[in-house]
Nanobody, 117 residues
Framework: QVQLVESGGGLVQPGGSLRLSCAAS????????MGWYRQVPGKERELVAT???GASNSVKGRFTISRDNAKNTVYLQMNSLKPEDTAVYYC????WGVGLKSYDTYWGQGTQVTVSS
């Protein structure tokens, strides 16, 4: 069974940094696109950043997404954090499980990021 497990969330002061990690585990044949989304109560989940299998990292303003294919892990480095970045951050990945015929989309359980003084 394939699953995504996030870690690295928490409370940080404005201007601070956090690094989120998301590791995929289980019987995995291949991982295509990986990404991070975030959601605040009452609003729709929004895309933060995605990264394809062949890329090592991608900078999206204050955030940098990267991945380690050998570890089936995607990271989100968040710098100069602002209170409006407060949200639950979700990992997302297109994974081809062993024995299956195509990629399926998987989500992590979410990790809370709170930016407050």
């Amino acid at each position: 069974q394939v699953q995504l497990v996030e870690s690295g969330g928490g409370l940080v002061q404005p201007g601070g940094s956090l690094r989120l990690s998301c590791a995929a585990s289980g019987s995995i044949f291949s991982i295509n696109v990986m990404g991070w989304y975030r959601q605040v109560p009452g609003k729709e989940r929004e895309l933060v950043a995605t990264i394809t299998r062949g890329a090592s990292n991608s900078v999206k303003g204050r955030f940098t997404i990267s991945r380690d294919n050998a570890k089936n892990t995607v990271y989100l480095q968040m710098n100069s954090l602002k209170p409006e970045d407060t949200a639950v951050y979700y990992c997302n990945a297109e994974i081809w499980g062993v024995g299956l015929k195509s990629y399926d989309t998987y989500w992590g359980q979410g990790t809370q990021v709170t930016v407050s003084s």
